[in-house]
């Protein structure tokens, strides 16, 4: 059973808001070499909303994620921000990749990590001003990290790692934040820290994308999901959206546990399921370059 394509994105898109308040993907499509990786990717995403983009390993979530910040190229299709091609607006678009992608052996401070997130706005071979610094500090404060600034990055935790990469998003101060499992391989405590700012960014009114295999932070977290499974399934509010239609073709017909009913809290999911997975016997792995 196929489920409408738009679903896949016309319906959702037909009520969305002026696309100058939105950021927009229309026909999107990826490839890596002659492999087409991901395609038909329709969304306009509002102000102050927080979209789930789910799938089984080797989707195309991550590649999705990197295609809007500009770390893969499209194949066709477009993506604008705020009626602006995103090409040129990468400083307002604030990426946190998975934590296995990074390497934890470079010798740099947490208070450097941080700083990072200010190179859009002080410009490479600049010294940080006052205005960076205090960025900074209060963007290791709200992950509470502060404390550990002057410490290596690579002898904290995988969780206080986490903590200061979102940290280095928030300095940055961005329109759009594209969080790539984020909830993966951390600590309790500092998933309720990433929770916590997610809430915060969503009443600030920024774009938050999350890719993630937790279908019960998903459902209960997001206003809307992004289903893909190397092509846009489905693509709407998660009332909608969450579904065991959407859900099956989703993920091609493997066992999918229906979690939770959408709405409910992204503390209750995590509360009531936090070592429950999408579906049954299917860790998550990664394969190259789509997740």
């Known amino acids: 059973m196929t489920v409408p394509a738009q679903n896949s994105g016309q319906a959702a898109n037909s009520a969305a808001a002026d696309h100058d308040s939105c950021l927009v993907l229309r026909d999107v499509a990826v490839a890596y070499g002659r492999k087409v990786v991901l395609r038909e990717v329709f969304a306009d995403i509002r102000r102050g909303q927080v979209v789930g983009i789910i799938g089984p390993n080797g989707s195309g979530k991550s590649t999705l994620l990197k295609a809007i910040v ?14 602006r091609s995103v090409s040129g607006l990468k400083d307002r678009i604030a990426y946190v990749p998975q934590r296995e992608l990074v390497d934890w052996e470079f010798p740099v401070t947490v208070f ?17 001003r006052k205005q960076d610094v205090e960025a900074v500090e209060d963007a290791l404060d709200r992950v ?28 940055q101060d961005a329109e759009v934040y594209l969080l790539d499992e984020p909830m993966t391989g951390i600590d309790s405590a500092t998933q309720e820290v ?14 938050i994308l999350l890719a993630t295999h937790d279908l019960a932070s998903a459902s209960c977290a ?28 989703t993920y091609g017909g493997l066992p999918v ?25 299917h860790s998550h792995t990664h394969d190259g370059h789509t997740h």
């Not at 194949?75 to 705020?82: N, P, Q, R, Y």
């Not at 200010?118 to 071979?125: A, M, N, T, V, Y």
């Not at 289903?227 to 693509?235: D, E, K, L, T, W």
């Open 257 to 281: 546990i229906m979690l939770n009913r959408p709405g409910a809290g992204l503390r209750d999911a995590h509360a009531r399921d936090a070592h429950t997975h999408a579906h049954e016997g």
């Open 194 to 207: 990433i929770l916590r700012i997610i809430d915060e960014l969503r009443a600030e009114g920024r774009i």
């Open 144 to 171: 509470g990290m502060l404390a550990y600034r002057s410490d290596q990055i690579g002898r904290l935790s995988g969780g206080q790692q986490q903590r200061v990469f979102i940290a280095r998003a928030l300095a």
């Open 222 to 249: 997001c206003d809307c999901l992004c289903c893909v499974n190397q092509r846009m399934v489905s693509y709407g509010p998660t009332l909608e959206t969450y579904t065991p239609e959407v859900m099956e073709q």
């Open 70 to 83: 500009g770390l893969v190229p499209l194949l066709s299709g477009k993506i604008t921000l705020f009626g």
């Open 112 to 128: 450097d990590v941080a700083m990072m997130g200010r190179l859009p706005s002080i410009g490479w071979l600049r010294r940080p």
